[in-house]
């Protein structure tokens, strides 16, 4: 068993200066090109899940021609089976601080804001304690940059970057139409960068490490580790940071109870993969990507449940601004129940297939177009328990 | 305090533009739980919106309940792991001891019962929020002793 243990990582939650601020200072001295290319050459991807390079949002949102430009940190942690983002925010805050204080170097922003989900208000006097310090510390490096936190009110969707900048602007938080992205218009219609809570911090230590370390981890799709929140049927369920690419077998067999019957990657939007699958999955951007959110389900669950508590899930929180989303959800958790109950011939799923591809295709947004994940990950390869 | 004043407070606060609208409105459901019609209708002449937008967002989130609810808001988490690992007893066991049924309040205008999606703690479920406050690994035993310490709260 020690053998085949996964190699643990301790960059996000690490010591390093996360007292003194010390990478932050090193950081503002330097050129903003530098600091880009570093990140570049990193080849850090975003940790929300969606992976876009963070070196490239940044400079595009920095080579848009505008006095007032916006850093977000997204901390709408919503996802099913996720909780990384809270122990980051609580444990390491000044990690992510420094990071958007970098950013907003970087794209020449006047102002960060963190999107608080209102299940984590709890974090609240914590986290404006540690920002007063942080103001306090940064004054002294010569470098003006508020953060102010703002609270959400219990929307998933609002993780989404452009129902998040709709729910800041006092709206209802239904996403936008993109293009434009928000590295031209984002917050108030102003460039933004706007990123997760683990990416802010990998920023940081790719300033301290330098982007040849930080390489060293994972592989060539997937650079770096990542924070993995795990659930489910584990003896030894939290968080943990482990390389990207690892293979899902060997995490099955360190994390597994010895009966895993499925893994749900990415949470209730992401993909189930069953166990004649984990040998040939990869956990990372070149396999199966994943926001951190990794469930597992024994042979004691049925995995109907499973999709049933998820098609619960989307359809409460589709924002039912677009009609595929909105009816799509509710058919596709109608369809299956009457299957199950017989109401409906098995073939009836083969509809509801297609109807899961279209919303992918047509639905406005992430939300609407992943359900499609999850619903054909389970169905197609769980098809007897569906039915039975 | 009069809503009307602290309505009046919480612009002074938060100013008068619409990026102002979501913290009013949680600095409202802060103060009493709920945002009423008259509330709502104060706010949007306040902000110089028509009542219909303040009502727009105000109803997109479930943390800004536009009905009555108790003192305080129990929020059970439904989602997956919570589920699998024993949510259905937990909620009985409050059903039990308060007398509501999921989405009730008590006669006495104490407690709310309500379930809600996923509060990530996912390792630590089944979770409930009790108004900001979570709790985590519950069993039936730990929330009797959890609710019970808050019937006897004035």
Not at chain 1, 51 to 75: E, H, Q, R
């Amino acid at each position: 068993m020690s053998e085949s243990k996964l190699k643990r990582v301790d960059l996000i939650f690490g010591e390093y200066s996360n007292t003194k601020y010390k990478v932050l200072a090193d950081t503002l001295k330097r050129r903003n090109e530098d600091i880009l290319e570093d990140l570049m050459e990193s080849g850090l991807k975003g940790r929300g899940g969606a992976g876009f390079p963070t070196a490239m949002k940044w400079k595009l949102a920095a080579d848009a021609p505008s006095d007032t430009k916006y850093v977000i940190c997204n901390a709408d942690e919503g996802e099913p089976g996720t909780f990384k983002d809270r122990e980051i925010l609580s444990r390491v805050p000044r990690k992510v601080f420094s990071g958007m204080a970098i950013c907003g170097k970087v794209i020449g922003a006047q102002k960060g804001y963190i999107y608080l989900r209102s299940e984590y208000k709890f974090l609240l006097p914590e986290l404006t304690r540690e920002l007063e310090m942080f103001h306090e510390h940064i004054g002294k490096m010569g470098f003006d940059f508020p953060i102010e936190i703002k609270l959400g009110s219990g929307a998933y969707i609002c993780g989404e970057e452009s129902a998040l900048f709709e729910s800041m602007e006092g709206f209802r938080g239904e996403p936008r139409n993109k293009p434009p992205y928000p590295t031209t218009h984002g917050f108030m219609g102003k460039p933004t960068v706007i990123n997760n809570v683990e990416t802010f911090v990998n920023v940081v230590m790719i300033m301290r490490l330098g982007p040849v370390q930080f390489k060293l981890l994972g592989t060539t799709d997937s650079r770096g580790s990542k924070v993995f929140s795990v659930s489910g049927d584990t003896p030894i369920p939290g968080i943990y940071e482990l390389e990207l690419g690892m293979p899902l077998d060997r995490f099955v067999e360190e994390f597994g109870d010895g009966d895993t019957k499925a893994v749900q990657v990415g949470g209730a939007s992401g993909f189930c993969v069953p166990r004649k699958k984990f040998k040939d999955t990869i956990i990372g951007f070149e396999g199966v990507p994943t926001g951190g959110s990794m469930m597992l389900f024994n042979s004691s669950r049925s995995m109907y449940n499973v999709l049933h508590n998820y098609l619960d899930f989307f359809e409460e929180e589709s924002c039912g601004q677009c009609t595929p989303c909105r009816v799509g959800c509710q058919q596709l958790r109608k369809g299956i129940v009457a299957v199950k109950k017989g109401d409906k011939k098995a073939g009836y799923l083969d509809q509801l297939l297609k109807l899961s591809e279209s919303m992918k295709i047509t639905a406005k947004c992430g939300l609407g177009q992943s359900v499609a994940n999850s619903f054909s990950s389970i169905v197609n390869n769980f098809k007897e328990e569906m039915i039975y | 305090m009069t809503n009307e004043h602290l309505i009046r407070d919480l612009v002074k606060k938060h100013g008068r533009s619409r990026v102002a609208l979501l913290p009013i409105l949680q600095g409202v459901v802060d103060a009493n739980n709920f945002i009423s019609d008259s509330d709502m209708v104060e706010i949007a002449k306040e902000l110089d919106l028509s009542a219909a937008q303040v009502f727009g967002t105000a109803t997109f989130y479930s943390f800004l309940s536009t009905e009555p609810l108790g003192k305080y808001v129990i929020r059970v988490c439904k989602t997956i792991t919570c589920d699998m690992h024993g949510k259905k007893q937990i909620v009985q066991t409050i059903e039990e001891m308060l007398k509501v049924k999921v989405g009730e309040t008590t006669p006495n205008k104490k407690f709310s019962l309500l379930e809600t999606n996923c509060l990530g703690w996912c390792h630590e479920g089944p979770a409930m929020l009790i108004n900001e406050k979570p709790f985590t690994g519950l069993t039936p035993e730990r929330v009797h002793d959890i609710i019970s310490e808050y019937i006897s709260k004035s």
